[in-house]
Structure formats: structure tokens, C-alpha cells
């Protein structure tokens, strides 16, 4: 019969005992067994489901590792003859080729890549392939992609990621409903969000660093919401 010795969303230590015994799942490889024993390999928030014997653990440190399919917010930091070269906050560069971006062919001796997007230019890819063997390639040309051209970007630890969306949405349901702002969280770490009112932006910045400083805390959905009633207050009002 397995034994739990941590509940769901505690947070636990590398070499922390987790549970022991037979039958149980385990998740993810961050969880080592020795005989019938599971430890944490890392720092983060256990998931815990002792009715269907699995065992879990979400990461609160970590680089952010490419999949296919994932949309990211990069940030163009060189271009090439026929590519761009994006930084997605992982390991890895991000290749956008410019089929993946233009509409029409490109004839880099005739036009220059710089026309379209130039260093420092935020966008909003997805990627397309990668294997860790090669840099993960990415498109734009999919509906909802392609550059920043207004709002703010901000950066947090991806494995916080999980936090600033909550379970079943429901951080990213406060963070819409008390600030009235819009918001594209991308898996790579970085959070897009733009505001009809200018004065909601200082107020969004610092409760997301606040989800990403308590991530491993219980209640912080409520408190994030406080948070924001208690600085749309200090405006005056509801901060309209």
C-alpha cells in the first residue's frame, strides 16, 4: 500500500522523501526511486493524487526547454542572410528563416532581412522543431504571431509560468478581471499584456513579481487579488 509522506502543493527539497511503496505513478523524471522509496530531485511543488497513486513535481528553478508547438515571446538579437536569430530564454537560440516570417519568397541579394524585423524587436513565434541536436526553428506565420508593436514585456523564472496562469486559469482570470488588461503568457517565461490604462502597468509588473517570488505559497491567488484591489485604491477609485 503506498504511503504519501508530503501533500499536494508542498513544496519540497532535493533528496526530500516523498513516499514509498508499490503501485505509485511518478510523473515526471524529476522524482528518483531507490527500492520502494521516491525522492525530489529538485526544489518545487509536489503533486500529489493518492487515489490514482501518481506523483509529481513542478520545478520552481529551471531553464526553459523548447517542445514543438510551444508559442514563446523572443527577441530578435542578430539577422542574417536569410534568417533571424531570436533569443526564447532557453539554452538554446531560437532560428526564425525568413519562409517562416514573409509572405512571399526572399532573394537575400536583392532585399535586406532588416527591412522586416531588426535587433531588439519583440515577437510572438511558435516552434516549429527541435531535437536538442540543432537550434529549434520557428514560424510566425500562424494566426496571433508576429512582432510586438505595442504593451509591455516582462520577464520572470519560467517554471513560474504555471503560477501566473493558476489552475484551471484562474491568476490569469484575476489578473484580466481587476486590471482590465490584456495578457498573452508565453511558456518561455516572458508575459505580454497591454492596459487601456497606463497607470494598471506599474500595478500588473509588480504582482507578477509578487506570483513569482510566493509561487511555492498556498493563498496566493487571494492575496494577488488583494494586492491589486488595495493599489487600484491608492489611484483612487477602481483605478479607471
Same mark, same amino acid.
Given at each position: 500500500?503506498?504511503?504519501?509522506? !508530503?501533500?499536494? @502543493?508542498?513544496?519540497?527539497?532535493?533528496?526530500?522523501?516523498?513516499? =514509498?511503496?508499490?503501485?505509485? %505513478?511518478?510523473?515526471?523524471?524529476?522524482?528518483?526511486?531507490?527500492?520502494?522509496?521516491?525522492?525530489?530531485? %529538485?526544489?518545487?511543488?509536489?503533486? !500529489? $493524487?493518492?487515489? =490514482?497513486?501518481?506523483?509529481?513535481?513542478?520545478?520552481?528553478?529551471?531553464?526553459?526547454?523548447?517542445?514543438?508547438? +510551444?508559442?514563446? %515571446?523572443?527577441?530578435? *538579437?542578430?539577422?542574417?542572410?536569410?534568417?533571424?536569430?531570436?533569443?526564447?530564454?532557453?539554452?538554446?537560440?531560437?532560428?526564425?528563416?525568413?519562409?517562416?516570417?514573409?509572405?512571399?519568397?526572399?532573394?537575400?541579394?536583392?532585399? $535586406?532581412?532588416? @527591412?522586416?524585423? +531588426?535587433?531588439? $524587436?519583440?515577437?510572438? /513565434?511558435? !516552434?516549429?522543431?527541435? *531535437?536538442? #541536436? &540543432?537550434?529549434?526553428?520557428? #514560424?510566425?506565420? *500562424?494566426?496571433?504571431?508576429? &512582432?510586438?508593436?505595442?504593451?509591455?514585456? !516582462?520577464?520572470? &523564472?519560467?517554471?513560474?509560468?504555471?503560477?501566473? %496562469?493558476?489552475? &484551471?486559469?484562474?491568476?490569469?482570470?484575476?489578473?484580466?478581471?481587476?486590471?482590465?488588461?490584456?495578457?498573452?503568457?508565453?511558456?518561455?517565461?516572458?508575459?505580454?499584456?497591454?492596459?487601456? +490604462?497606463?497607470?494598471?502597468?506599474?500595478?500588473?509588473? @509588480?504582482?507578477?513579481?509578487?506570483?513569482?517570488? =510566493?509561487?511555492?505559497?498556498?493563498?496566493?491567488?487571494?492575496?494577488?487579488? /488583494?494586492?491589486?484591489?488595495?493599489?487600484?485604491?491608492?489611484?483612487?477609485? $477602481?483605478?479607471?
Amino acid at each position: 500500500m503506498p504511503v504519501f509522506h !508530503v501533500s499536494n @502543493r508542498q513544496l519540497v527539497l532535493p533528496g526530500q522523501l516523498l513516499a =514509498e511503496g508499490e503501485g505509485i %505513478i511518478v510523473t515526471t523524471p524529476l522524482i528518483y526511486r531507490s527500492d520502494d522509496k521516491f525522492y525530489s530531485v %529538485i526544489t518545487g511543488l509536489v503533486q !500529489v $493524487d493518492e487515489k =490514482e497513486k501518481r506523483l509529481g513535481i513542478v520545478p520552481l528553478e529551471g531553464a526553459y526547454m523548447p517542445k514543438p508547438g +510551444d508559442t514563446v %515571446i523572443g527577441v530578435i *538579437d542578430d539577422v542574417g542572410l536569410t534568417y533571424w536569430s531570436v533569443n526564447i530564454n532557453a539554452p538554446y537560440e531560437g532560428i526564425l528563416y525568413a519562409s517562416e516570417a514573409l509572405p512571399k519568397p526572399f532573394n537575400p541579394v536583392q532585399d $535586406d532581412l532588416r @527591412r522586416y524585423y +531588426d535587433v531588439g $524587436d519583440y515577437l510572438v /513565434a511558435k !516552434v516549429v522543431a527541435f *531535437d536538442r #541536436t &540543432k537550434n529549434p526553428v520557428l #514560424t510566425i506565420r *500562424d494566426k496571433g504571431l508576429g &512582432k510586438i508593436t505595442e504593451g509591455v514585456v !516582462v520577464e520572470i &523564472k519560467p517554471p513560474r509560468i504555471p503560477r501566473v %496562469i493558476g489552475k &484551471k486559469g484562474s491568476m490569469l482570470d484575476v489578473l484580466t478581471s481587476e486590471t482590465g488588461c490584456v495578457f498573452l503568457v508565453a511558456v518561455n517565461g516572458r508575459i505580454w499584456f497591454s492596459c487601456s +490604462d497606463p497607470r494598471m502597468s506599474d500595478i500588473v509588473i @509588480r504582482a507578477l513579481r509578487l506570483i513569482e517570488e =510566493e509561487a511555492h505559497t498556498t493563498g496566493l491567488t487571494d492575496r494577488v487579488k /488583494a494586492f491589486i484591489k488595495d493599489e487600484k485604491k491608492r489611484l483612487g477609485g $477602481d483605478g479607471g
